[in-house]
């Protein structure tokens, strides 16, 4: 028991002021990270960097950071480091190798800020969801939708994957599909259509003017397509302005929207 005694008192004389400082040296650098990310965060800001580096850059620094803190505080316990590295360089390998997928999504994340197919703040579609690009971190991106929930899609499959960027031209084309009744006046309906899209400032005439045609003798209507421009940012509100504007200046004008009905006979 002594002997025991002995040796207790041996291990924890030699070892607990080093793990003792290990573990203030780990708090304290975990504080002091937390504090240059933050320092980092707004000298990005201040400095107006792309801010589809922001999160990436602070994300990559803050990782570095902490292989760099950990491998000091294992050092100050007493590890050789050289064999502690060739160790850490075996589980590395083994760690890669299960987590393929996760190294893809890496090089999707360096691939996407390289060749920027989209930037924080565009409008994309892709991998079945739409949304805002919130941010582009290391290994996902961040979407926020239009009714703010929040989509984290993997890097490797959004950089390999096609996408659709609604937000990389500023002017866009806004089409429409508006249906009048047989025996209705087609060239009334075109008239009052035109009427309606001159009458609208935020429709504009570059790179084409407005296109009304007919586009299709349907079961039960005469389908006219329209098509205009208009900047990007006026899209959605030319969209739903123009639907309520047509349907209330059809029936002023006799013209007649069809809709789907039902005959019912009741035979005794």
Known sequence: MENLSEQIYGIVMEYGPKLIGAIVTLIIGMWVISIIRGVLRKNFEKREVDPSLRGFLNSMIGIGLKVMLWMAVIGMMGVEMTSFIAILGAVGLAVGMALSGTLQNFAGGVMILLFKPFKVGNYISAQGHAGIVNEIQIFNTILKTPDNKTIIIPNGGLSTNSMINFSAEPKRRVDFTFGIAYGDDVDK????????????????????????????????????????????????????????????????????????????????
Do not use: C
């Open 189 to 268: 309906a075109k008239q009052v259509l035109m009427k309606l899209i001159k009458a609208d400032e935020r429709i504009i005439n570059d790179p084409a003017e407005p296109f009304i045609a007919v586009s299709e003798l349907a079961d039960s209507s005469v389908n006219l397509v329209v098509r205009v421009w208009a900047e990007a940012s006026n899209y959605w509100g030319i969209y739903f302005d123009l639907h309520e504007n047509v349907y209330k200046t059809f029936a002023k004008e006799g013209l007649n929207i069809p809709f789907p009905q039902m005959d019912v006979h009741v035979q005794k």
